[in-house]
């Protein structure tokens, strides 16, 4: 089969991916059916595991929670949330984000607390 330049396209060329604004746009309507108050998506990351420590054990335990992340704003309170389509069960991790919250950016990870004796990371 040849395209409209009249050549044969390469089977080993990689096909271009999906425009980012029209991937933006299916996150959105995927989002929205979670919760319609989504009025953007600020930023996502593809793949995340959540792990969480406890501050007396010192040690990290992975949870069932695996996914793509998405930095949401939305219409009403709370406005800004973490959210992680969980790809492992139905139960979809929902992160309040507010002034309370303690975040630490070390690439490629995002660690959190409440200020309490718990600590998560993404």
Known sequence: ??????????????????DRTKANDLNLTVLRRIDSNIEEVLASASAVCLYR???EDQQWQRKNIEG??????RRTQPRFQMLVLN??????????????LEMESNPPYLMYTHG???VRYL
């Not at 395209?3 to 089977?11: A, I, R, T």
């Not at 793509?68 to 704003?73: A, D, G, P, R």
């Not at 790809?87 to 309370?100: I, P, R």
Request: proline share 5%.
């Open 68 to 73: 793509s992340l998405f930095l949401i704003k």
């Open 87 to 100: 790809k492992l069960s139905t139960d979809n991790y929902v992160e309040n984000v507010h002034g309370g």
């Open 1 to 18: 089969m040849m395209n409209m330049s009249g050549k044969k396209p390469d089977k080993n060329k990689q096909q271009p991916m999906l």
């Open 53 to 55: 420590m406890s501050v």
């Open 116 to 118: 309490n004796d718990e």
